[in-house]
């Protein structure tokens, strides 16, 4: 599989506004996380999953999600194409990347809040979650 943007959309009358991605399905979520990465911080580089899905939904504020396809766990290329979806409270998608990539995550605005659904259980977390330096791919390079 590949990365993807499952689109949503948003309703708005004198009752206030409904945002929604129809089209998303809770089918393998066994977790959920919100983000929300600090002023002096704004970059949360490089977390790789062999196995566990990501989708990342934007709260408020907004975000670039970056990416990479992992050719080597133990020893990735450096020269790999970083891929980034800009995500905002504003636009109703949700960002679907597959197992076997790593992301790196960027909050624009201050006060950004981004939810996290994954589809590994904690108890195997361990066995998966593959931490790369911050700068070991260059994000806006």
């Given amino acids: 599989m ?3 943007i499952i689109q949503g959309g948003n309703f708005s009358d004198h009752r206030g506004t409904i945002s929604y991605v129809n089209d998303f399905k809770f089918k393998d979520i066994e977790r959920f996380y919100i983000i929300g990465n ?3 911080n704004p970059i949360r580089a490089w977390q790789g999953h062999k196995l566990d899905v990501k989708n990342f939904y934007c709260l408020t504020g907004s975000f670039n999600i970056h990416f ?4 080597n766990w133990e020893n ?3 020269e790999l194409t970083v891929e980034t979806i800009f995500v905002s409270a504003d636009d109703s998608k949700i960002v679907h990347i597959p197992a076997g990539y790593a992301n790196a995550i960027e909050s624009l605005e201050n006060n950004s809040k981004l939810i996290s659904f994954s589809t590994l259980p904690l108890a195997n977390v ?3 979650d593959i931490r790369y330096a911050s700068d070991y791919w260059k994000i806006n390079a």
Avoid at 68 to 71: N, P, S, Y
Wanted: hydrophobic share 25%; net charge negative; glycine share 6%.
């Fill in 2 to 4: 590949i990365p993807k």
């Fill in 38 to 40: 600090s002023d002096e």
């Fill in 68 to 71: 990479v396809k992992i050719d």
């Fill in 76 to 78: 990735p290329a450096k």
């Fill in 126 to 128: 361990g066995d998966d």
